[in-house]
């Protein structure tokens, strides 16, 4: 089946730098891939759509220029917190969707990321 | 996008049938209905997925009435490792750019 990876799965860093989330398409191609934030007992949050070879699109009340959204290809997508701090602490998920399917809308998620800022 | 509501939880026993309902009242004709489960820490997984009537997997059917106003996920003998959270979502089939906006979801608790 379609599989997801997510890079690193869990990242602790100190407040004002910077994190660097890759996700992976590995046997599929995704011209569209979704980022999720994640706080504890509650329910995924969608932050913005990532299109290959095009700006991201961001949900309401999400911050482009704090989280920086790169899809360089059709397997990759990045999403990088700037200057991350204590809030930002929260369980990041990926997902995308096989370009070759064209029926319903499965998404296949990656496992995701944890990333705790000090 | 159509909007859902489940149930906030459910507690079952090994053995059991689960049914989880979800009513979108505000479904539109393109959209499917997709249900995903998620463990605690893990990325949700693709459960099962159906536009009308019944569609059955290896994992659990949907049940779908005419009006498609809600569906029902049918969980047969569940075990303990089918605790989780249960999203249903609805959505069109344009792959390229429809987007998944989660409820609430239905934490399901199994006891031995």
């Known amino acids: 089946g379609a599989v997801v990876s997510q890079h690193p799965s869990r990242v602790i860093c100190k407040s004002g730098t910077s994190v660097k989330i890759e996700c992976r398409s590995l046997?599929?191609?995704?011209?569209?891939m979704f980022w999720y934030r994640q706080f504890p007992k509650q329910s995924l949050m969608l932050m913005a759509t990532?299109?290959?070879?095009?700006?991201?699109?961001?949900e309401q009340g999400v911050e482009k220029d704090k989280f920086l959204i790169n899809h360089a290809s059709l397997t990759l997508s990045t999403l990088t917190v700037t200057s991350a701090h204590p809030e930002d602490s929260s369980f990041y998920i990926c997902?995308?969707?096989?370009?070759?399917?064209?029926?319903?809308?499965?998404?296949?998620f990656g496992p995701g990321t944890r990333l705790t800022v000090l | 996008l159509a909007k859902t509501t489940q149930p906030i939880s459910m507690d079952s026993y090994e053995g059991q049938e689960v049914n989880i309902t979800c009513s979108h009242n505000?479904?539109?004709?393109?959209?499917?209905i997709t249900w995903y489960q998620q463990f605690p820490s893990q990325g949700p997984r693709f459960i099962i997925q159906?536009?009308?009537t019944k569609v059955t997997n290896e994992v659990a059917s949907l049940f779908i009435p005419a009006d498609r106003k809600s569906s029902t996920l049918s969980l047969p003998r569940v075990s303990l490792s089918d605790t989780a959270v249960y999203y249903c979502l609805v959505g069109g089939p344009s792959y390229n750019t429809d987007k998944l906006i989660f409820g609430t979801g239905t934490r399901l608790q199994v006891f031995p």
């Open positions: 159906g536009y009308k």
């Open positions: 990532s299109n290959e070879g095009s700006k991201a699109t961001y």
């Open positions: 505000n479904i539109a004709t393109n959209d499917y």
């Open positions: 997902s995308a969707r096989d370009a070759r399917t064209g029926l319903g809308n499965e998404q296949f």
């Open positions: 046997d599929f191609q995704a011209t569209t």
